[in-house]
């Protein structure tokens, strides 16, 4: 059973930094893409970044040049480097990949249960 479990999330003054962590753990045995996504209250869930296994990243233009998107591949973990944080970038914060389990198993799509990220004025 694959899980991606998040980590770093909190609350934080407007102008302030958080690192995000998501780890991904089970029977694995490649993770293609990797990706942050949040959800605001009363709003849909957006991309915020993502990353190719070889390290290509893309973000939304509401946090480029504040958020730096990484990974670990042989930690299994992907980070958010959130800098000069705004009011606005508060929501739960979703860690997602692609992963393929066996050699053999198709490539499926998970997703982490989220982590609270609180920026305050």
């Known amino acids: 059973q694959v899980q991606l479990v998040e980590s770093g999330g909190g609350l934080v003054q407007a102008g302030g930094s958080l690192r995000l962590s998501c780890v991904a753990s089970?029977?694995?045995?490649?993770?293609?893409?990797m990706g942050w996504y949040r959800q605001a209250p009363g709003k849909q869930r957006e991309l915020v970044a993502a990353?190719?296994?070889?390290?290509?990243?893309n973000y939304a233009d509401s946090v480029k040049d504040r958020f730096t998107i990484s990974r670990d591949n042989a930690k299994k973990t992907v980070y958010l480097q959130m800098n000069s944080l705004k009011p606005e970038d508060t929501a739960v914060y979703y860690c997602?990949?692609?992963?393929?389990?066996?050699?053999?198993?198709?490539?499926?799509?998970?997703w982490g249960q989220g982590t609270q990220v609180t920026v305050s004025s």
């Open positions: 089970g029977t694995i045995s490649s993770i293609n893409a």
């Open positions: 997602n990949a692609d992963i393929r389990s066996r050699w053999w198993d198709p490539e499926q799509n998970y």
């Open positions: 990353i190719t296994s070889g390290g290509s990243a």
